[in-house]
């Protein structure tokens, strides 16, 4: 059993910064797959970015080149950058952890999920 806790959300403008964090507990944090994914009101669920074990990254074209998510296996903690962020990026952050090999985009893959954070960017 994994539990994701995220942080680091709130209220900013847009071009602002801000980084998320999503701490997990257990041992084996370093054996999962971590992702970010984001869920704006009245819109499914959608990915962000993903990390694998060994460090590989991919992301959604809406936010490549802006965020950037990174793990720190020691503080079994995952990171999401995220700047120069617009309106659109408004959307509740969920952090998520797959028993995995392999990356994917698929929320239905990932075994875990935290609580979300809200990220809120105004005009």
């Known amino acids: 059993q994994v539990q994701l806790v995220e942080s680091g959300g709130g209220l900013v403008q847009a071009g602002d910064s801000l980084r998320l964090s999503c701490v997990a507990s257990?041992?084996?944090?370093?054996?999962?797959?971590m992702g970010w994914f984001r869920q704006a009101p009245g819109k499914e669920r959608e990915f962000v970015a993903a990390?694998?074990?060994?460090?590989?990254?991919y992301y959604a074209d809406s936010v490549k080149a802006r965020f950037t998510i990174s793990r720190d296996n020691a503080k079994n903690t995952v990171y999401l950058q995220m700047n120069i962020l617009k309106p659109e990026d408004t959307a509740v952050y969920y952090c998520a952890a797959g028993n995995r090999v392999t990356l994917t985009i698929t929320p239905r893959l990932y075994d875990y999920w935290g609580q979300g954070t809200q990220v809120t960017v105004s005009s």
């Open positions: 990390i694998s074990r060994s460090g590989s990254t």
């Open positions: 257990g041992r084996t944090f370093s054996s999962y797959v």
